[in-house]
């Protein structure tokens, strides 16, 4: 088994710091990758933290990752040495249950064989994430990146863009379509983007007033500061979708109440507590509230696909695995516009 | 302008009596209709003691309104003295807005002019209900009563078939779809009755274990004690739809854990305060809760047709209409199986 390089949280409360891992050889459906950049993710630091429970260390975390592919098993078709390639939030789903069999591996009934913090199918070997030189993996989880897209402004593309590309998908947005986006950071500014790019007219929504002309630069046609009541009637009933990627805590109500009869407000970000929601926004206007997480297999592609036809990559920091740590503090302060990217050149 | 017998709310803390009313004489589009039964909405007790603001008195409650014509104006067309006709929620609304244009009447953007406690859509002359011997209705907010049906079993699809058979429909039930109810009320006995016949497996959730026999008898396939943490692990994941409704404060995120990857769980009951929410459970399978109130015109229609070729009516007890304050108490204390309905034959 070759040994490679990464970058690792040894604990919960350690910085991260160099580990040498062990990759397996490629079997004759995997793919084996030289990672040239991996995005930083804010999941990435809630699960070094331990946040959310249950974390596997030493933990080698990164699941937007972009690089070459090295080598190839004797069964894969689709991808040769060379190729420019992406990997995401999973390595492998069950592929059998209905949710697989619908393209919906994120919901896979066995769970999917997340891409760090995780274990493979076999429920038994750990999986270790894209702050590393290389990875392997089985050739129906490896995604294609477009010629066009800038390797590195790509990255992020994996997981915050399937991630705000899905439901603006699965909602149905159209040309024309009002769509609003609360929050302007890594998963806000591509929402933003990718709104714009399928035609809808989009508001961005954020407590920052000095976010407005980001926000516009992006493709946001209006912008509401909602440190300001006045924001919410001035929107009132003009939504047919929100995405909510704030994991502050936040009132839901009042968002509610932008949306249009039939309209839905779709939660990306999870705030700490659960969140006081009255029957009346959502019974007066036959109104949603719902969730959506990162995207299928199927669909990134498709999503990486269309960034390629329009240009879309992510707006990125590059900065040298050394400094993960650092980042990651600037990523709590909100100071960077709008997503860290590892160079594994530097490893 | 003739004067026809009423039984009305003096005030929010009065007792209901007999009121001499005014109606107005049918114009070339109205139907005047001969009131034969009148249901009991939950709804009529929240308005007459004002709980939810805003009441206008006196007040005839009622909009679960059956009966016969007993005129027509010149321009009527479908309606000809003697039919059994009824009126829900709406006596009227814009007929020009998206939502009246898309035949979501209830979503009317002028507010649609609701049967009473309401104005016609002059904004001026006060709508009042069914508890009364006539009223006199314009013809696009009359619906016609199959003749299958009993006409007092049928006051009560004018609102709670029709609050619950709008949300199958919207959310698309289909033969074999798993449906759960929450609560065997008014209203969810008539989502059992109706989720059957649309040939879903129906299961009740109830707080009351005695509910049982009732929810299979009613059509009921499966049964979960709400009381019993066990009954959320048994359904977890379960259910396309729920339809929640209860109006007594209850953990949704219980029942969202209760829903299939795409589920729905739908609110037609309004607890008083705001319901935590928790992001995980709608964003881990892309779950959403919604609301749904009444439904439009002509699928209040299209219910009563289905209502008739399915031989569905509501589980009644029929009272003189000088026994509505004693009905008021008893369905406080949810002692009623399944809907009063005032004999209007008895003012």
């Known amino acids: 088994m070759p040994t490679v390089q990464a970058y690792a949280a040894p604990d919960a409360t350690s910085p991260l710091g160099p580990l040498a891992l062990e990759r397996r050889d490629p079997g004759p459906h995997d793919v084996a990758i030289d990672i040239a950049f991996c995005g930083i993710c804010h999941s990435d630091l809630h699960q070094v933290r331990n946040e959310w429970g249950g974390s596997r260390y030493p933990m080698v975390p990164g699941h937007e990752i972009v690089g070459t592919v090295r080598a190839v098993g004797a069964h894969v078709t689709r991808f040769k040495p060379g190729d420019r390639v992406g990997v995401g939030c999973m390595v492998d789903s069950c592929r059998t249950c209905p949710s697989c069999a619908k393209g919906l591996e994120q919901f ?45 402004g790509a990255a992020p593309l994996l997981c915050a863009g399937i991630t705000t590309y899905s439901p603006l998908r699965h909602w149905k947005v159209r ?20 709104a714009a790019a399928l035609g ?69 970000g999870v705030p700490p507590e659960p969140t006081p929601v009255a029957a009346f926004p959502l019974i007066g206007g036959r109104r949603s509230l719902g969730g959506s997480l990162i995207g299928g297999i199927a669909e990134t592609q498709e999503m990486l696909d269309f960034c390629g036809q329009h240009g879309i990559v992510s707006d990125i920091e590059v900065l040298p695995v050394q400094q993960v740590n650092e980042a990651y503090e600037r990523m709590l302060k ?10 594994m050149g530097t490893l």
């Open 200 to 268: 809808a007219e989009v508001t961005l929504l954020s407590s920052s007033a000095s976010k407005e002309a980001d926000a516009r630069r992006l493709g946001a046609s209006a912008f509401g500061h909602t440190r300001d009541e006045a924001t919410f009637k001035r929107f009132g009933g003009r939504f047919s979708l929100i995405l909510d990627t704030v994991s502050a805590p936040h009132d839901y109500n009042k968002y509610l109440g932008m949306l249009q009869v039939d309209g839905a407000m779709v939660l990306l």
């Open 108 to 152: 896979c009934q066995q769970g999917a064989a997340f891409t760090y913090n995780s274990t493979e199918m076999d429920r038994v070997t750990p999986t270790y994430g894209g702050y590393s030189s290389r990875i392997v993996v089985t050739e129906s989880f490896v995604l294609r990146i477009p010629d066009r897209l800038d390797l590195a």
């Open 175 to 194: 040309a024309g379509d009002k769509v609003g986006v609360v929050g302007l950071g890594g998963l806000g500014h591509m929402a933003v983007k990718l």
């Open 334 to 343: 909100s100071d960077v516009r709008y997503r860290f990217v590892l160079d």
